[in-house]
Nanobody, 124 residues
Framework: QVQLAESGGGLVQPGDSLRLSCSASGRTVSSTTVVWFRQVLGKEREFVAGISWYPGRTKYGDSVKGRFTISRDNAKNTVYLQMNSLLPDDTALYLC?????????????????WGQGTQVTVSS
C-alpha cells in the first residue's frame, strides 16, 4: 500500500506562487496515478489535478487550468503541484491521493490512499 505525505503549503498573497510536494513510499510514482484534491471546511473535496502512470496523461480542474501544473520526479518518487497566480479562492487544504488505474478519476471516492494534506492560504 502506498503512503503519501504532502508538504509545501503556507500563507501567500494573491498573485504569488507555491509548489506543493506529494512524496510517496511503498510504490513508485512512475507506476501510480497521483491526484491532487482540495477541501474547504464544510464542502466536498474538489479535484485539482492528476497525473497518470500512463505517459503524458494529465488532467486539471476547470478552476485551475492555465495556472497550476502537475509533474512527477521519478528519481525523488515525488509528484509536484506548481501553483501560479494564486487567488483567495484557492485557499484550502490540499491533499494528494493515489490510484492504480491509468484513467484519472475526478471524484474523491475513487481513491483509497490519501495523505494528511497541506494547508494553502491566499490572503492579502
Amino acid at each position: 500500500q502506498v503512503q503519501l505525505a504532502e508538504s509545501g503549503g503556507g500563507l501567500v498573497q494573491p498573485g504569488d506562487s507555491l509548489r506543493l510536494s506529494c512524496s510517496a513510499s511503498g510504490r513508485t510514482v512512475s507506476s501510480t496515478t497521483v491526484v491532487w484534491f482540495r477541501q474547504v471546511l464544510g464542502k466536498e473535496r474538489e479535484f485539482v489535478a492528476g497525473i497518470s502512470w500512463y505517459p503524458g496523461r494529465t488532467k486539471y480542474g476547470d478552476s485551475v487550468k492555465g495556472r497550476f501544473t502537475i509533474s512527477r520526479d521519478n528519481a525523488k518518487n515525488t509528484v509536484y503541484l506548481q501553483m501560479n497566480s494564486l487567488l483567495p479562492d484557492d485557499t484550502a487544504l490540499y491533499l494528494c491521493a493515489a490510484g492504480t488505474r491509468s484513467v484519472i478519476e475526478t471524484t474523491a471516492r475513487a481513491y483509497e490512499n490519501w495523505g494528511q494534506g497541506t494547508q494553502v492560504t491566499v490572503s492579502s
